[in-house]
T-cell receptor
């Protein structure tokens, strides 16, 4: 069964801490994405990557950075966590360009609480 | 960008068909309609997608109107495990941007 695995389901961090959220997929997918999900706001795209070492800003990249050193791994970094970054973070991947025939496979999510 | 409109919530009796509507009146000719669902505290799960023709898979059926301005997801025999938020999405942007815009979705409550 194909999988997108997010390293932590639940994290609690303090304001100002550096936070790493890791995502690994075993499907040899080219595209990987990070979304955050908040009540009333739906899923919002933070960053995505369509190749190793490539990255593109999504709709809300401020306060975040990403790293894609290997095809299977896409990391989301919060350089200095703030309370407004408390959220559910979802990683997803898809093969090739996101044409009509391709679909997103999501991980189970990482719920981050910043105190 | 094509946007979608869905009712915020629906109820369905267990064993009955659940019909979830979606309006996407500004959809362009090469945009697909996707349906995902999200069970509480899990990541969204792909259900089905289509361009013009009706589609069916082991999970659901997708009915797209001839003018493509609306569609209906049909769960033929809803079970309690189908209780989830259902998202109707149309793909936006050029093919390598990877953007799928999720709206608020429809919360489907399947009742015994």
């Amino acid at each position: 069964d194909v999988k997108v695995t997010q390293s932590s389901r639940y994290l609690v961090k303090r304001t100002g801490e550096k936070v790493f959220l890791e995502c690994v997929q075993d499907m040899d997918h080219e595209n990987m994405f990070w979304y955050r999900q908040d009540p009333g706001l739906g899923l919002r795209l933070i960053y995505f990557s369509y190749d190793v070492k490539m990255k593109e800003k999504g709709d809300i990249p401020e306060g975040y950075s990403v790293s894609r050193e290997k095809k299977e791994r896409f990391s989301l970094i919060l350089e200095s966590a703030s309370t407004n970054q408390t959220s559910m973070y979802l990683c997803a991947s898809t093969k090739g360009q996101l044409s009509g025939a391709n679909v997103l496979t999501f991980g189970a999510g990482s719920r981050l609480t910043v105190l | 960008d094509a946007k979608t409109t869905q009712p915020p919530s629906m109820d369905c009796a267990e064993g009955r068909a659940a019909n979830l509507p979606c309006n996407h009146s500004t959809i362009s000719g090469n945009e697909y309609v996707y349906w995902y669902r999200q069970i509480h505290s899990q990541g969204p799960q792909y259900i089905i997608h289509g361009l013009k023709n009706n589609e069916t898979n082991e999970m659901a059926s997708l009915i797209i109107t001839e003018d493509r301005k609306s569609s209906t997801l049909i769960l033929p025999h809803a079970t309690l495990r189908d209780t989830a938020v259902y998202y109707c999405i149309v793909r936006v942007g050029p093919s390598n941007t990877g953007k799928l815009i999720f709206g608020q979705g429809t919360t489907l409550q399947v009742k015994p």
